[in-house]
């Protein structure tokens, strides 16, 4: 069987292994519980995909995005977002009811 | 089945009385489609295909190595549940990590990502058609996502498949099975197994 041949072959992506891992779950925990202790204060910068945190996490933030990498990175602040979005959905518990559309569309 | 005649939507239907009668004989459980040859290679380089697991029990998943949390913590716990098993039962399970992102998990990469989870880790790579004979064949769906200039990463099911000495599929456990579900769900599985064929 031919050996497969990859442009990747000499080098190994070592910031995914454990270690690099370990310390990028440090890093993030470590901005989101900022977040968490800074909740009161003004969402200004910009995290990523959507996400805002106050300045006073920045320092965090800024050790967060260069531990971690940039697909990991939207990956958890994704999961972040998600979290406190199901959590205010609970808290407040909106469900009205379900509102459909004026028209309905014609078909061809 | 939906098809426009004359403009219209019409649909129709399957003639269910038109349909075979006969009753089909078939093996009791009621085996999934799961599961098939495959032609890898492994975490040292050489080829292998599934008879090369046969003989023994396979707790398989597919994952990728850059990976941000799902999948180092699915191998975790896969490793121990086969030591957990081990120690409970006695029972020798091969675990396997098959790789749905061949183009950036080499033979290399592979090995310095499965050796740390357990030493009888075997990960498997190769040609990136034969990973997706391999994703088709245990019904395995995975998609590029989050393309970030040259970095990406990869949306995929995540399942453990246990595999019989035969390498017939014989159950999956989902990522809600913490290690002592996922442990005593097997164990009981092979004491099934056993009991069906004494």
């Known amino acids: 069987m031919e050996a497969y041949l990859s442009k990747y072959e000499d080098k190994i992506q070592k910031d995914v292994l454990l270690n690099a891992r370990l310390n990028c779950y440090k890093a993030r925990d470590a901005f989101f519980a900022c977040l968490e202790k800074n909740g009161n204060k003004k969402a200004t910068e910009v995290a990523s995909v959507g996400l805002l945190y106050p300045v006073e996490c920045k320092k965090t933030r800024e050790l967060y995005d260069k531990t971690c990498r940039r697909t990991w990175v939207k990956h958890f602040d994704r999961q972040y977002c998600a979290k406190k979005k199901r959590l205010l959905d609970d808290n407040e518990a909106r469900r009205g009811p379900i509102t459909l559309p004026a028209t309905i569309p014609k078909s061809t | 089945m939906i098809r ?50 046969k003989g023994k029990w396979t707790l398989i998943y597919f994952g990728f190595t850059h990976c941000p949390d799902i999948c180092p913590d699915e191998l975790q716990k896969l490793a ?39 030493p009888k880790l075997i990960g498997l790579t190769g040609d990136p058609d034969e990973v997706k004979k391999a994703a088709r064949a245990y019904r395995v769906y995975y998609m590029k996502t989050e393309e970030e200039g040259s970095d990406y990463l990869v949306d995929h099911s995540i399942i453990m498949y246990l595999m019989d000495p035969n390498m017939e599929f014989l159950k999956f456990f989902g990522k809600n099975n913490d290690v002592d579900a996922l442990s005593e769900g097997i164990i009981n599985e092979i004491k099934q197994y056993k009991k069906a064929k004494a």
Not at chain 2, 10 to 28: E, H
């Open chain 2, 4 to 53: 426009k005649r004359n403009g219209i939507l019409k649909v129709d239907y399957y003639d269910i009385n038109t349909s075979s009668t006969a009753v089909k004989q078939g093996p009791s459980a009621g085996k999934a489609a799961i599961g098939g040859p495959f032609n890898l290679v492994d975490h040292n380089g050489k080829p292998v295909t599934e008879n090369d697991f």
């Open chain 2, 80 to 118: 121990a549940a086969i030591d957990k098993i081990k120690a409970k039962a006695g029972f020798e399970i091969v675990p396997v990590f098959i790789s749905v992102d061949p183009e950036r998990d080499t033979v290399e990469q592979v090995r310095e990502y499965v050796k740390e989870f357990h």
